[in-house]
């Protein structure tokens, strides 16, 4: 769903390939599977390959390193034992460059993508770590006097891959929204040829086509109506809750799903200039305007890099210029550059992910990006998509009144209801469906007739009994019964018993009870509430009074979604939106924060950062909390990670060496160890109070 925006991915091997599948690289085979219907192809392969490879990578790392830190004389001296044979040092030189070239290839394939880019970051500082620590060992190990880094080596790669590997997992592929939009389009259709039906792939079907949209089946490509009459539901596509009466004339729309009624359309546009591909291109124009923000550690990265370099050069130059050997002085140089590289700073922000991925779901909450999680804590205005968030998205009885005395609320239910049975109107359903939950018995009904776009009409127990809209029952001279002009959010639909104005039946998107009190605790953290709809501006504003919003769009489409999001945004507000189908995907991905509620589409869940599972609006608020307290851990475990180097560093480059005061690569090893460990150990501490997510109304 997108920021996906912002992904912080410091392999840029995978970031690479998320960027140029964002920016279009990678498209142009999508496109065609896109326009033409057919199967999209499965970037998620690519993604899950990936994250294997950098798996198999760490076990065989993990599988070699063993040897090596069995070998290693640090290791001996510290568990106390003694083991060496004939040409041990070769067999580790051995090892440890299967382990260098293998198990560190991605980050040297890393360094060299980075650098093309000028954009030196994690990557680098890895690639340039182990490189150093490589062939420092190798020349001891054949002639040069010191002591080898193998075993910090080993552990630094094993380490990194792990990294990488735990953060890749966290982090699901983009492209997966734009396959789930593709996928809404059927694979072929009915073309009319004559008198015949012939199926044919959508890649066939051109402009001024015929095509038979049989009930139940989904639009195969934008066009008007040419014959027949139907209800169909546009609701995943323009946002709008109620199905939209369709008949000859009309404009239909790809994607969308007919109702009960047969249809014949000719095609107006397909392919690229279809609505769906419009919608995808907002997606995909949206995902990859995000996708270039650096993240956190890759700019601690970066300037540890700088930092390596600067110092582990000036270290060399210094003790060379001072008149120290060449040995002396490279042992400095290397011991700089490796301590500069904590293991920690590789597993600082993943081991937080790790664990505030799981503990957000089982809180309800699960996270497809992550930055996007971490900069809740930046949100300052929150855009509620009306149908299926803060409301349910289905029409319900809300209310039924009665005008004459003779009757009484069950009364009008049941002839209303018995009435409707044999309607395929979405009202009729809404209203059947409130009778049988109430336990009323429907009774039979005698010569049934639909009254095109006015209502239906039967007789029901002898009586005549007509259902009909606001609209008609003027037309019919009756006066609208007071009360029922003007109703904001409501359709009400008007019972006549033998020509008597006998009742009536108001329906409506009924507001989520959860609604008014998350719009009130986003109030309560000084967080503004605005609210998106496809819906008219009568029923908008009537949600948006009831629920208290600071505001509202109504009557907007897709794209005039992602603008109304680029407006709050050019306003300096940090938005977060919320919504569950396909119309909102674009606002979704051009939101810096998007949150799709779990009873909404795939497809708004693949193109959402966060899912909320169980479509509670108030997990917003638990979003923001958790946002607030992984940032918190992730800051101080940068912290931790990088701040021991501002002592180290000076003591490996031998600032103290005149006061007998040298950091060796042991010790310098062992204080990057105990980083890792205390990171590890802060990572495992994040909380969130449960009853901070459920504070007292107030």
């Known amino acids: 769903m997108h920021e996906m925006k912002e992904h912080q991915h410091h392999d840029m091997e995978h970031h690479d390939m998320e960027s140029q599948k964002k920016s279009g690289e990678h498209h142009e085979h999508h496109e065609h599977h896109e326009q033409h219907g057919g199967e999209p192809h499965d970037h998620t392969a690519h993604h899950r390959m990936m994250i294997r490879d950098f798996r198999r990578r760490f076990y065989i790392a993990l599988v070699l390193s063993i ?8 290791i001996q001296d510290v568990l106390g034992y003694s083991f060496t044979f004939t040409g041990s ?47 420092y060992s190798a020349a001891v190990t054949f002639g040069l006097g010191g002591t ?24 699901l592929s983009a492209s997966s929204a734009l396959e789930k939009l593709a996928q809404l389009m059927p694979s072929e259709a009915h073309r009319r040829k004559g008198d015949q039906i012939e199926d044919v792939p959508l890649s066939e079907v051109g402009k001024g086509d015929i095509l ?20 169909v539901d546009e ?55 995000k996708s270039r923000t650096q993240a956190l550690s890759d700019r601690a990265a970066f300037w540890l890099t700088i930092i390596a370099i600067t110092v582990g050069v000036s270290t060399l ?24 590289c904590p293991h920690a700073l590789g597993l600082a922000i993943p081991l937080v992910v790790a664990v505030s991925t799981a503990k957000s779901a089982q809180n309800g909450l699960l996270i497809r990006n992550r930055t996007a999680f971490e900069n809740a804590r930046k949100i300052t205005t929150v855009v509620f998509d009306k149908t299926g968030t803060l409301t349910k998205g289905t029409f319900e009885v809300s209310a039924v009144d009665v005008y004459e005395k003779r009757f009484d609320d069950s009364d009008i239910l049941t002839y209303a209801a018995s009435l409707e049975l044999h309607s395929e109107h979405p009202i009729a359903k809404g209203v059947v469906s409130h009778a049988k939950s109430s336990g009323i018995e429907l009774k039979t009904v005698d010569d049934f007739e639909a009254i095109k776009g006015r209502g239906v009409v039967g007789a029901v127990d002898g009586r005549k009994v007509q259902i009909v809209s606001p609209g008609y029952l003027v037309e019919q001279g009756f006066t609208r019964p007071e009360g029922t002009e003007n109703e904001g959010g409501v359709t009400r639909v008007f019972v006549l018993i033998d020509g008597v104005v006998a009742g009536s039946v108001a329906l409506s998107d009924t507001i989520r009870p959860e609604s008014y009190r998350a719009i009130e605790e986003l109030h ?34 897709p794209d005039q979604k992602l603008d109304k999001i680029k407006e709050l945004q050019n306003e300096g507000e940090y938005v977060a939106m919320t919504g569950d189908g396909v119309n909102d995907s674009p606002a979704l991905a051009q939101a810096q924060v998007g949150i799709s509620v779990g009873s909404g589409t795939d497809i708004a869940a693949a193109t959402a950062d966060i899912i909320l599972v169980n479509s509670n609006p108030l997990d917003i608020t638990a979003l923001i909390l958790f946002g607030r307290a992984t940032y918190r851990k992730m800051v101080q475990n940068l912290i931790w990670a990088t701040g021991y180097n501002v002592v180290a560093i000076p003591l490996a480059a031998g600032v103290l060496y005149n006061a007998g005061i040298l950091l060796s690569p042991e010790i310098a090893a062992i204080f990057m160890s105990l980083s890792t460990v205390i990171v590890s150990i802060n990572a495992r501490l994040l909380r969130v109070k449960k009853e901070e997510l459920q504070p007292a109304v107030g």
């Not at 089946?217 to 109506?225: F, Q």
């Not at 729309?253 to 009624?261: E, H, L, P």
């Not at 501006?537 to 009557?555: I, N, P, S, Y």
């Open 317 to 340: 130059v210094v003790w060379l210029t001072s008149g120290q050997d060449l040995q002396f002085s490279i042992a400095r140089m290397a011991t700089v550059m490796i301590i500069t």
């Open 235 to 289: 609701s995943m596509l323009t946002g709008e809750s109620r199905p939209v009466g369709k008949e000859e004339g009309d404009e239909l729309i790809g994607g969308s799903v007919n109702g009960d009624g047969s249809l014949e359309l000719r095609v107006e546009s397909s392919g690229e200039d279809s609505y769906l591909s419009k919608v995808i291109t907002l997606v995909r124009e949206a995902q990859a305007a």
């Open 212 to 231: 038979l949209i049989r009930p139940g089946e989904k639009i195969p490509s934008d066009g008007i109506v040419v014959s027949g009459h139907s209800y």
């Open 89 to 135: 040092n070769y067999v580790v030189f051995v090892l440890a460059s299967v382990i260098f070239f293998y198990g560190g290839w991605p980050f040297l394939s890393g360094l060299v993508k980075e650098l093309k880019q000028k954009k030196p970051g994690m990557m680098t500082l890895i690639a340039l770590a182990i490189t150093v620590a490589y062939v």
């Open 524 to 557: 309560r953290r000084g967080i503004k509430c605005w609210m998106l709809t496809g819906d008219n501006e009568e029923t908008a504003a009537a949600v948006a009074k009831e629920l208290g919003m600071d505001g509202f769009f109504a009557e907007v489409l």
């Open 67 to 74: 040897p090596v830190l069995a070998l290693a004389p640090l």
């Open 148 to 171: 080898p880094f193998y075993w910090e080596l080993a552990t630094l790669i094993a380490i990194m891959l792990a990294g990488h590997w735990i953060e890749m997992r966290s982090v």
